[in-house]
């Protein structure tokens, strides 16, 4: 029983975390004889409709507006404040904030709670687009440190101590860091190691954490954000805590960053009608992980590994996997992230992607070149996983070559040069122009592929030959890629002599 013990051993409140004061609240007002004149309009699912014959009746009740019985997220005094205290606590944070839209609000606030317009924002280039609009909402200047690049794996890893170290040392007047921890495909740098050489300097570290929500309740040897000593840290409770889709938290720790500034900025960008759906099933999912999150997740671990052995055992696959990162990146790696190498027999990421889908019923996170990618949580059980194993030794057999897909342009391997900061360019006038025709032109524009959401240029950077090469690539392999010009093969530029 040593993982009871060890769970036994964690520094949370244990009796206090099987409150779940908001959930309660709303299911008991929920439940009480009401007849509604406040919005929303359907009345609390008075009259029949789809979504009453899909959702069911109690869930429309529960879709209610702010009153005193149920608190208010712009000022919690009653059960969200008490909901948001056993969250700060079951993270091991000062503060705890609840989000109605999603990580992207928690990264803009943080970024905007420590950069005033023209303070310095040491930043990966591998930040996700909501990292990219908070510095055009907040007017940091950011200074892009490029991420470790896996040409194995296609993909890109997380920052180097090396180059953190050398951003801080050229930018001493820097005012914070932002980390992405662990990154999207699963690396994690040093944190504590970064937090230390930021902090010599006076530098707050705010961690976009959104594929963290679970990494407290994994196990020793993984420290989450808050143990490895960040200032502000964004969860995406939804991604892989068990929350409702949109709801995320933000927590605090230590004096750097204001709780003050965080509550006011995100009654800024908040919506004044919180959803109480999405507010208390995040009040349900910290239950969940606090109680129950170390034990399911070490019931879990060898049913993957066993997976993994079973994807790699005779095939051409390869599992990006913790001693491959350590060995060669220095960094480590959340084993709840399933990512398999395809390239190996022949195919892109993109075409085993849409056979699992097409043929299997198997909804993967997302492609890349040569990558696919699950991901794992505590609703996972041996069954799905070997559903999944068992459609990829499929694929190698019927569709699988014996030659090795290669690409150059699977992955960046430089940052873009940053010519205007991205709320000059933003806020520059534009043109729209054919993007085989922009080279050397300053992006207005911010083109991606989503999953994951990390953008191929900003506004602000020059676009360059490879960024174009990029942008053909995806519409060739994957058919979509995200912009703001309204007609493929375009993008919108800044105005020259504007």
Not at 329 to 343: E, G, P
């Amino acid at each position: 029983m040593n993982n009871v013990k060890e769970l036994v051993a964690r520094p949370i409140s244990i009796l206090n975390q099987d409150k779940m004061p908001l959930f309660d609240a709303l299911v008991q007002y929920a439940k009480r004889d009401v007849t509604p004149f406040d919005v929303p309009g359907h009345k609390m699912g008075s009259s029949m409709s789809p979504l009453k014959e899909v959702l069911g009746e109690m869930a429309l009740r529960m879709d209610v507006n702010s009153m005193k019985e149920l608190d208010l997220l712009s000022h919690p005094e009653s059960v969200i404040k008490e909901a948001q205290e056993l969250a700060a606590d079951a993270f091991g944070a000062d503060y705890a904030y609840f989000l109605v839209n999603g990580t992207t609000v928690g990264i803009q606030t943080m970024i905007m709670a420590t950069c005033k317009p023209g303070d310095t924002l040491l930043v990966p280039r591998n930040g996700h687009k909501s990292v990219m609009d908070g510095i055009i909402l907040s007017g940091a200047k950011p200074v892009f440190i490029q991420p470790e690049v896996d040409y194995h794996f296609g993909i890109s890893h997380g920052v180097s101590i090396n180059s953190v170290e050398k951003a801080i040392q050229e930018h001493p007047e820097a005012k914070a860091l932002l980390i992405t921890y662990p990154t999207y495909f699963g690396s994690m740098s040093d944190l504590e190691k970064i937090c230390q050489l930021a902090h010599e300097r006076d530098i707050a570290v705010i961690v976009d954490s959104a594929h963290g929500a679970h990494l407290p309740f994994l196990s020793d040897e993984i420290i989450d954000p808050i143990k490895a000593g960040a200032d502000g840290v964004t969860i995406s409770m939804h991604k892989t805590g068990g929350s409702l889709t949109q709801s995320s938290i933000l927590i605090l720790q230590n004096n750097r960053i204001a709780p003050e500034a965080i509550q006011k900025i995100l009654s800024m960008l908040q919506s004044t009608s919180a959803n109480y759906l999405l507010m208390s099933s995040l009040d349900v999912a910290r239950r969940e992980l606090a109680l129950h999150g170390y034990e399911r997740y070490c019931s879990l671990k060898p049913i993957v590994e066993n997976a993994i052995s079973e994807i790699e055992l005779g095939s051409r696959y390869e599992v990006l996997k913790n001693d491959y990162v350590l060995k060669n990146f220095n960094q480590s790696y959340d084993w709840t992230k399933l990512v398999i190498r395809v390239n190996g027999i022949g195919m892109t990421g993109f075409d085993v992607y849409t056979i699992l889908k097409q043929k299997y019923g198997i909804q993967m996170e997302l492609a890349e070149g040569y990558v696919v990618m699950a991901v794992i949580t505590t609703s996972d059980t041996e069954e799905s996983i070997g559903k999944l194993v068992a459609a990829l030794r499929e694929i190698e057999e019927i569709y699988g070559e014996r030659t090795v897909m290669m690409s150059t342009n699977v992955t960046a391997d430089q940052v873009n040069e940053l010519i205007l900061s991205p709320r000059d360019a933003f806020y520059s006038e534009h043109e729209t122009v054919a993007i085989d025709k922009a080279i050397g032109r300053i992006s207005g524009d911010t083109i991606m592929i989503y999953p994951p959401g990390i953008p191929l240029v900003i506004p602000g950077e020059l676009i360059s030959e490879d960024v174009v090469k990029q942008y053909h690539y995806y519409r060739q392999t994957l058919g979509e890629v995200l912009t703001e010009a309204k007609e493929k093969n375009q993008i919108t530029v800044v105005k020259e002599n504007a």
